[in-house]
């Protein structure tokens, strides 16, 4: 029984969707359940009580509630949701219209009024519901006051009906600001959560992306190889002699110069490439669909651009270099096993001295001819 239940109340749910809409969907399913249940009761009361049109009019909207909930599972788009919530909250505003009119049993209808606010400020959010409650209030009171009072069929005082209108507006209100102050929160977290994830895999020095996040990527980029039977190449690049660049400049300066540089690559990436800030004064290049020699073409001019720009600090010129070791990633070949080869490859062009391009498979003896299990 809790299982069915369980499934019912989940029905419609989907891991894809945002939490905000997992939380309306599930509140739907709930609120047609009850919304079915209480109308159908209260159908079968007012049939065998011989009431024949207010029997009619709580099976009817017993039916709508059921559409309303069946139509935002089976039809799992954002056009069914909202004409699913459309469909309750006029079905819920009729109904509450209905009884006010007929006065439902002993003049007891109007009371159903308070579930309207809060139902339809929490479906339609604080706009759209904002309107619609606006919209009903005008209604209501056309209807208990309009017309010489022609359109009600119950009796209601003077002093009923005004108190009535008072303490719906008042609902209405709380409800609205209550609607307004839960969006703003859930627009807060939402954004503070955005920030965090981004700081977590962003370095703050360069807005990088920073290791964690260039690992991500290769790890996303490396299944799609494996899928594709395709293949991308990596490189590491390392500043030459940043050491006496701080020693030269002071560490902060050094920050400086870590930054233009970073600009200097990314400027020179094609879009679908990834820069990331390895660590320290290293960088990581993944370049998407492309060879060793691609990548080894694509770094040659990046490499010239740096070596002749020079950066300007605090109105001061200097000229920067950089090493850069390339390695290829292929459905055979793990990430951490290119990590290493690309890692050899720039030390290779370190000690081979210093600005410049080094493949893995130029290197001799390849590297590549190791036992790959030993990474
Ligand atoms: N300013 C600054 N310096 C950093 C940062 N991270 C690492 N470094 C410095 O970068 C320097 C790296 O020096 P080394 O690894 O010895 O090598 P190098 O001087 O670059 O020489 P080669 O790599 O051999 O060309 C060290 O002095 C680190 O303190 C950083 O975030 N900011």
Redesign the pocket.
Known sequence: MLGILKQYVFSGVSRHYKDETNRRIMVVNLFAAVGMSITFILGCRAFFAAEYSLSTTLFTASVVFAISQRLQVRVATPRARTASITLLILCLMVLTLLLLITGGKDNTGPLWIYLVPPVTMFFAGFIRGLLSLISFTMVSAVIMFGFDEAILVAQYTYAFKTRLLYSFMTVSFLSAFYEYSRQKSYDTALYLSEQFERQAKHDH?TQLLNRRGAQQCLEREYARVVRNKSKFSIAIA???????I?DTLG?EQ??EV?VQISKVFTSRLRKQDIIARWG??EFMFIFNDTDEAGAVQALEQIRKTLNQAPLNINGREFHVTS?FGVSEVTPGIDISYAIRCADKALYYA?DNG?DQVCSISSISPSPLSEQRTSF
């Open positions: 020095l390392d500043i030459d002699r940043f050491k006496s701080n560490h050094g920050d870590l320290g004064e090493s370190k210093r």
